[in-house]
């Protein structure tokens, strides 16, 4: 595999990155999408050939450009690490980006800051790439901070709008949480191992001693919970829809949100050796799946709808993971980025064609305005749904079974239940925006219109995939091209998937996933078209519970009462103390007279007397002027360091 | 009596030598010649620091004691006058414009930039306690008045005046230091400091403890360091733009040089007492500078100045982590942080507007649109800064970070690697002015070609430390080896 073309397919964004930044606004405007959408083709050539050459030559690679960071006999290299798990995120990356970026030239069209879309967008593919592709630690963070300082950036990318850059300052500062964790994490690894190379740690991990591995494991996981808007870390995935529609479907639900999933995937011989670990990513993926499927009920505005469900299938996966699953686990990252990814851009189309319109319950009747985007979202329901043949039963399926047989019933009923929620709320839905009567306000109602090609062909693209993207690969999944494909990644580490065929039991559980699935739907259309008033009704009767749902469980509101109001009280009162301090002016010159004179003098006895007179004096002297600290002058600073000796002398003589 | 004269080896100190004389004859060339320009005495100053340093690295690989053991000269010494000279050609070259835009376009500026860069010359080179001294004084002398060196600002006089008072207060204590040690050991030769506080040191010893810490005091005001920094953030937004990013790069670098010196090649044997001390030192710059960053949106000088203290934590884990790894952490990280440093300020003198009286945020508003490249090369020093990959200062801290963890300091690393997570908020807080704000009207202006230079200097180094850290690296290690000889 020639290493120059590995290179290029981060690099050709990459430089689009360049000349969309600085000649965007003067030269290019509204061209820019040329190089934007261009760059990110060639990379999904690149990676088209990439993936073939890994899949049907059994090609692999791990590429060393150069050593980067050199201490002493460690080092970190800038290399690329292609195995068929890499393959898989490359055509989930570079696929579903492409599209996503061609869809953008028609929404964000005529938007005055068009080639900085286009800069963020770009700045997102190479970051994402980057970590998907990286064979160490250290460079998948580079990429992980990428994508990072991207989201927060196309988040509150309509800035004028004061909640979309609330938005993104909750999506950095939850991130942050998270990067710390994973950094330490790295920190461990390299403490370790005494590398982060992926090459030397995984077949050492085993030399490790458990406690360590899975200290290693939960702080890796702390990073994946940020990133993928896990419990309890997921408040900022809803609030991230504040940015552009396409932002929404490439990185808050395709693409960057699963890298959490692909660095778990990635360390699976670490978490595979920590079995506590493991039971932690499998409980946190399950709970955070019914806990946001639940949500997902009764919210109203579509695209908190999809956020809540992202969350709750980022769940899955995690779930997945978490019970050995490994290749399920990416096996439903790869579906979810297909049907999720549509379900956004579907739902863009909608808010495009209502101009600007969000709220479903001003929604209804779109079925017969809107001819493409109907039909292929209702594919993507099918798909979330679980549904068969489409691709999201068979992933989701493989997980819950998965869990079932290792025996984690409890974790399997939740994600059971969850599945169901999950038919329910997405078919609500389509029959609250495509049926029923048309509720929307009359000066929007007239100019409803389809979207334009450039948009809708994406729609039916990914329609296809998530109709066939299940199956295509082969039948059944479990023994067809991508889990033997990625099985030699996880060979000998994953469980169950390890057999091929299906056995009775699995079609038992399948029986139950397609049974749930489709009294998930029924019950929406028996709510929602037969008895349009149930819900109200419900609504009324379990007001607390209707109350507790849609208000998100009053995660927000505990947060901002235990942690975001303590911290801004502390950072107001720092900011008071100093400029207090500041504002002063000099004009202390003759009380640092004096000042010097009691310093020399307490000094002195300081070092004949000994400590305790001098400590004591000390305390006395400080204790006279610390009301005077606060008017702030310069003897104060003078004082401050004064103290500072002081504190330091006493550290001296008491140890 | 045998009085023995010193041996005399000019050559040694040619580098100091030739700065000297270029800050006499800018001098002279001042008071002499008639309508003489601000712009061709830069130019002597930059000729005169090129040939400062081609004279470092003509002497590159020489090792020798000098001037009756006053003044060494070793590949630490030679390395860090690399960084100084950086430093004083890039604070030289965003000055240019500076000066004529605020009028105060007088020659003593360049000589006294000169001269302070000969002081920390002389801090880096002394083996002797008596000869840092000097060195620390005709650097602190030089930045008393350049920080008031605009002389009809007030906020220029109180930041020169702050800056004096203090800084004297600090340099009595340094005395006080030399002073007891020297009481302790008999010399204030920093090998003989090494033989007698080896013996002699432990918890025993009040005059070598008490030295060490009044050492310690001193060093803690040059660098900056939590609690010795109050006056930092007053003196940077008061004195001129361009000698706050020396004061904050060169003259820290300076003082680390001796820093580095005195703790770890004279004081290594009582490194079971200090290091407590600047472990604390490190622990509260990093979070007190951080907290205080957080909430600093009034202006940027007073950001970049609460940021340097972190960085000051930073370089005092490297410090604390010693050996050829902590030492050499140190070195790149200064080289580095050189580069970024100045790069920030020289963004902030090209957009500031004449006066500078406002330096809020709010003024960076925008900017992506109507100056792409100032904008660009101003989030590439932030991200430096905040220490994000692939840049210069994220390579530095990681370095600095392993060192730490080899160490085993490994909470402190904890706390490092923490706030500067934490750190990346207030530096993106500018990058989403830039980027993400309608433009307010800032003045037409093209940066002059100094300017420009300086920019695409500091853009080049952060990157290039940032992408090929590898053989700086060796070049930092090197001179810590020659140092401690290991």
Redesign the interface.
Known sequence: MSPFIVALIPLLPALAVLVNGLLGFRVLKEKAHRLGVGSVALSFLLSLWVIWQVAFAGARADLVFYEWVVAGNFSVSIGFLIDPLTAVMLFVVTGVGLLVHIYSIGYMHGDPGYPRFFTYMNLFMVSMLLLVMANNYLLLFVGWEGVGLCSYLLIGYWYEKKSASDAGKKAFIVNRIGDAGFLLGVFLVFMTFGSLDFREVFPRADQAAVGVLTAITLLLFVGAVGKSAQLPLHVWLPDAMEGPTPVSALIHAATMVTAGVYMVARSHVLFSLAPVSLQVVAAVGALTAIFSASIGLVQNDIKRVMAYSTVSQLGYMFFGLGVGAYAAGIFHLMTHAFFKGLLFLGAGSVIHALAGEQDMRRMGGLRSHLPVTAPTLYVASLALAGIPPFAGFWSKDEILGAAFKEGQYLLWALGVVAAFMTAFYVFRMIYMTFYGESRVERERAHHIHESPRVMTWPLILLAALSTVGGIIPGFPPEGGLIHGFLGQVFASHGAPEAQHGLELVDYGLMGVSVAVGLAGWGLARFFYISRPEIPGALARRFSFVYRLLLNKYWVDEIYAALVVNPLLRLGRSLRNFDERVIDGAVNGVSFLTVLWGRISDLFDRFTVDGAVNGAGAVVRGGARNFRRLQTGFAQNYALAMLLGIFVIASLYLLF | MNFVLPEIDLGAIAPQLWLTATAILVLMVQAFVPLVTSRSLALLSIIGSLLSLVATLGLWGQEAVLFSGMIALDTFSLFFNVVFLLGAILTVLISVEYLEREQIAHGEYFALVLFATVGMMIMAAGVDLIAIFIGLEILSLSLYVLAGFMRQVLRSN?SA??YF??GA??TG?FL?GIALLYGATGSTNLDRIFLIAGERGGWGN?LV??GM?LL??GF??KVAS???H??T??VYEGAPTPISAFMSTAAKAGAFAAFVRVFLYSLPGLAA?WA??LA?MAVLSMVVGT??A???RRNIKRLLAYSSIVHVGYLLLGLLSGGT?GGA?VLFYLLAYTFMQVGAFAVVVYLGGQGEDDLSLARFSGVA?RH??AA?AFSLFLLSLAG???TAGF?GK??I???A??AGH?GL??VG??TS??S??YY?GVI?FM???DPVDLPERRPSAALVTALALAVAGTVEMG????SL?DLAQQSVASLLGS
């Open positions: 109180e005046m702050k008072l203090l207060f600090a204590f006080y009040v403890m008490g810490g310690l005091v803690g005001f939590v609690p010795f109050m006056w953030p007053d007492s407590p001390l604390g907290l205080l957080l909430v600093q790894e952490s649109v792409p490249v660009l994000i990959p692939p390579v990681f370095y970070f392993s060192a963890i080899q490994i690393a904890v690697v923490l997570v934490v990346l908020y993106l989403v980027y993400m704000r992408l090929f850290p590898g690296l």
